[in-house]
């Protein structure tokens, strides 16, 4: 009798761990979990940023239009086709490995407002696409969410095969924490500005998290500076067999909401980074085929049963500092494998560890309850 009783406690502790791993199995699928790995998740970047940066090819150089250079150009910005084609002329002729434009082009002639807008921009963007692979961006309007069209000319010189979508994947609470290089359409999918320039590169670039522990901060070149360059020396050793992304450099323009801001010129700890910068840290994390990817669900299921298996202490003082000490290693254990390349669930199994703890510590109470 005493034989069976104690195979019935057995099957009891075992079902017991079994229910508490599908519970957190269950959380896992719930939007405070997602919520809480994602949390956790920025805390492992800011961990491996400060402590362990992997380094990376200085391949890519920002041109930046910040505030200086809005105030030194007479016209406003819709009408910039003289001074970007000027830039674009200016850049083509150090030869970059790759240019990408990250601002909208536009969507009809202007030639009204001033004669010879449209050719300045239309020779400016010749020269580009000249110099070798050249994206310019597709715009979303965001009443429509349809695509901004270009004008006619400009879309004639650039063709599909320059063009990518301007979009950042975002997590449920804002955050862009991955990417994709191809956004579905009803045609099967288009590429993002990342995907093209890897296309444009013939590079085999591949999906995942954003690694925001590779390589340094972004400094950039401001536009004014690129526009008032004459020493042709200059400019081939700033941006010489570089990748070149242009884009707005501000502090309350094209912002994204990122777990690190690595713009230099920065706080690092600010909310939002600028587009660009995100663009470009997206771009060197494909490039090197850094991106990590998340754990399977299999694999997420063992750790959360072996997380249960704190239920099976029978002191509930010493279930929780297992838990505690469990947790710990397990969050190091997360940086170390993001680190290698592998995301795991950690906000799934600490819930686990918690509940296990609570239930040890309930199933203690109702025992010295009943006796």
């Known amino acids: 009798m005493e034989v069976h009783d104690d195979g019935a406690r057995t099957a009891?502790?075992?079902?017991?761990v079994a229910a508490i791993a599908l519970a957190g199995l269950g959380f896992s699928l719930l939007p405070p979990a997602e919520r809480l790995d994602s949390l956790l998740l920025d805390a492992q970047w800011r961990l491996l940023r400060r402590f362990d940066a992997r380094p990376a090819a200085e391949e890519i150089v920002i041109v930046g239009i910040d505030e200086a250079t809005v105030k030194s150009i007479p016209?406003?910005?819709?009408l910039w086709h003289a001074t970007l084609g000027r830039a674009l002329e200016k850049l083509a002729s150090a030869q970059p490995r790759a240019m990408a434009l990250e601002l909208p082009l536009p969507e009809r002639s202007f030639d009204g407002v001033k004669p010879g807008l449209d050719r300045a921009l239309f020779d400016g963007l010749a020269s580009a696409v000249e110099s070798g692979p050249f994206v310019a961006v597709l715009s979303?309007?965001?009443?429509t969410r349809g695509v901004r069209n270009?004008?006619?000319?400009?879309?004639?010189?650039?063709g599909e095969s320059r063009l990518g979508i301007d979009l950042t994947a975002r997590d449920a609470d804002g955050v862009t924490r991955r990417y994709s290089l191809l956004v579905p359409t009803e045609d099967g999918g288009f590429p993002t500005l990342e995907g093209r320039l890897c296309r444009a590169m013939k590079r085999a670039c591949n999906e995942g998290l954003i690694h925001y522990a590779l390589g340094r901060s972004y400094t950039y070149v401001p536009l004014k500076n690129v526009l008032a360059m004459t020493d042709e020396s200059l400019l081939r050793r700033l941006f010489h067999d570089r990748i070149v992304l242009?884009?707005?450099a501000q502090a309350f323009s094209d912002r994204v909401e990122a777990p690190l801001n690595l713009a230099a010129w920065e706080p690092a700890c600010a909310a939002t980074s600028p587009g660009i910068v995100v663009h470009a840290q997206t771009l060197r994390t494909a490039l090197a085929e850094a991106a990590p990817q998340e754990a399977s669900r299999p694999l997420a299921l063992v750790l959360m049963m072996m997380a249960a298996t704190v239920f099976l202490l029978r002191d509930w003082r010493r279930a929780a500092l297992a838990a505690a000490l469990a947790g710990a290693c397990f969050f190091g254990a997360a940086v170390f494998t993001l680190r290698g390349g592998l995301f795991l669930p950690t906000g799934s199994v600490l819930f686990t560890l918690l509940l296990a703890m609570v239930v040890r510590a309930?199933?203690?109470?109702?025992?010295?309850?009943?006796s």
Not at 150 to 158: D, K, S, V
Not at 362 to 370: F, G, I, L, T, Y
């Open 246 to 248: 242009i884009g707005e």
């Open 362 to 370: 309930a199933r203690a109470r109702w025992v010295r309850r009943k």
């Open 12 to 16: 009891l502790r075992a079902l017991a």
């Open 75 to 78: 016209e406003p910005p819709g």
């Open 140 to 143: 979303i309007d965001a009443r």
């Open 150 to 158: 270009i004008h006619l000319p400009y879309l004639a010189l650039l």
